[in-house]
Nanobody, 118 residues
Framework: QVQLVESGGGLVQAGGSLRLSCAAS????????MGWFRQVPGKEREFVAG????????YYADSVKGRFTISRDNANNAVYLQMNNLKPQDTAVYYC???????????WGQGTQVTVSS
C-alpha cells in the first residue's frame, strides 16, 4: 500500500505559477512510475504528466507541454508538478498517482484544487 497526499493547490491568475507536491508513504516509493492527473466536474480524469522511477524519462499531455514540469525526489518520497503560464482551462482537481509499469494508476491521492482566474 502507498499513501499519497497532495498539496500546493490554490487560486492563481492566468499567467501565474503553482507548484504541486505529493508526499508518499508506505511501500517502497522509488520503484513506481508516478503521474499527475486532473479532473473537472462532468469529465473523465485525464493524464497530465508522468515520470519513471529513475526520473530519466518524463511524459506530458500535449495541453501542458512546455508549461508544466514533473520531477521527483526518491530520497524524500516526493513528486512535484511545477505549473507555469497557467490558463483558465487548467482549472481542475489535480491528483497524484502511483502507476504500474504499464502506466495504469494503482494508488491515488485525495486531490488538490487548482483554480485559474482569467
Amino acid at each position: 500500500q502507498v499513501q499519497l497526499v497532495e498539496s500546493g493547490g490554490g487560486l492563481v491568475q492566468a499567467g501565474g505559477s503553482l507548484r504541486l507536491s505529493c508526499a508518499a508513504s508506505g511501500r517502497t516509493f522509488s520503484g513506481y512510475p508516478m503521474g499527475w492527473f486532473r479532473q473537472v466536474p462532468g469529465k473523465e480524469r485525464e493524464f497530465v504528466a508522468g515520470i519513471r522511477w529513475s526520473a530519466g524519462n518524463t511524459y506530458y499531455a500535449d495541453s501542458v507541454k512546455g508549461r508544466f514540469t514533473i520531477s521527483r525526489d526518491n530520497a524524500n518520497n516526493a513528486v512535484y508538478l511545477q505549473m507555469n503560464n497557467l490558463k483558465p482551462q487548467d482549472t481542475a482537481v489535480y491528483y497524484c498517482a502511483a502507476l504500474t509499469t504499464g502506466w495504469d494508476p494503482v494508488y491515488w491521492g485525495q486531490g488538490t484544487q487548482v483554480t485559474v482566474s482569467s
